[in-house]
T-cell receptor, first 111, second 114 residues
Framework: KQEVTQIPAALSVPEGENLVLNCSFT??????LQWFRQDPGKGLTSLLL?????REQTSGRLNASLDKSSGRSTLYIAASQPGDSATYLC??????????FGSGTRLLVRP | DGGITQSPKYLFRKEGQNVTLSCEQN?????MYWYRQDPGQGLRLIYY???????QKGDIAEGYSVSREKKESFPLTVTSAQKNPTAFYLC?????????????FGPGTRLTVL
């Protein structure tokens, strides 16, 4: 059974720092992997989608990588800002086209 | 404005009562999904529908029911059989295309059982 783990569960950094969020999974048979942002009490906003044939995707200050062989994805946030404070969720689409979610990393960027 | 709307934003239910959560989308998506989120956890799939008049159970369908009579709408009913319904419920939609497409999410409904 596919399991998705996100470490750390919470992270607090000073403004301006570059940071990496980690997502690991147990079964490499995936179609894609998405990174989402969730603000408190709100829905999910899609940040980046990496197809299984791709190694990385970039959008502005965000860069997501995917290594299926090692069962890992990372989300790199450059020059973090207080507005980046949120929970970041990774989700992968498994072989039955279902999204399997990690439990998220709560990020706090201190001014 | 294209998007997914969910209503109500907050919903309170008494023990033994059925309630229905609304999800509407104007993105012309064929596929729609319902997820449940508990505090500090990721989302779990309740039901999904790839096309009108068809839907499948997800991982935690017990105590829930859905209908898909229109492409734009996918209401979720939380029945009295659901033993622990207090949670945050999220609706999503996507184009068909299997593993090539991304899902887009609504703002969510927070259900509390009194």
């Amino acid at each position: 059974k596919q399991e998705v783990t996100q470490i750390p569960a919470a992270l607090s950094v000073p403004e301006g720092e570059n940071l990496v969020l980690n997502c690991s999974f147990t079964d490499s048979a995936i179609y894609n992997l998405q990174w989402f942002r969730q603000d408190p009490g709100k829905g999910l906003t899609s940040l980046l989608l990496i197809q299984s044939s791709q190694r990385e995707q970039t959008s502005g200050r965000l860069n997501a990588s995917l290594d299926k062989s090692s069962g890992r994805s990372t989300l790199y946030i450059a020059a973090s800002q207080p507005g980046d404070s949120a929970t970041y969720l990774c989700a992968l689409m498994d072989s039955s086209y279902k999204l399997i979610f990690g439990s998220g990393t709560r990020l706090l960027v201190r001014p | 404005d294209g998007g997914i709307t969910q209503s109500p934003k907050y919903l309170f239910r008494k023990e033994g009562q059925n309630v229905t959560l609304s999800c509407e989308q104007n993105l012309n998506h064929d596929a729609m999904y319902w997820y449940r989120q508990d505090p500090g956890q990721g989302l779990r799939l309740i039901y999904y529908s790839q096309i009108v008049n068809d839907f499948q159970k997800g991982d935690i369908a017990e105590g829930y029911s859905v209908s898909r009579e229109k492409k734009e709408s996918f209401p979720l009913t939380v029945t009295s059989a659901q033993k622990n319904p207090t949670a945050f419920y999220l609706c999503a939609s996507s184009f068909p295309g299997g593993g090539m497409v991304e899902q887009f999410f609504g703002p969510g409904t927070r259900l509390t059982v009194l």
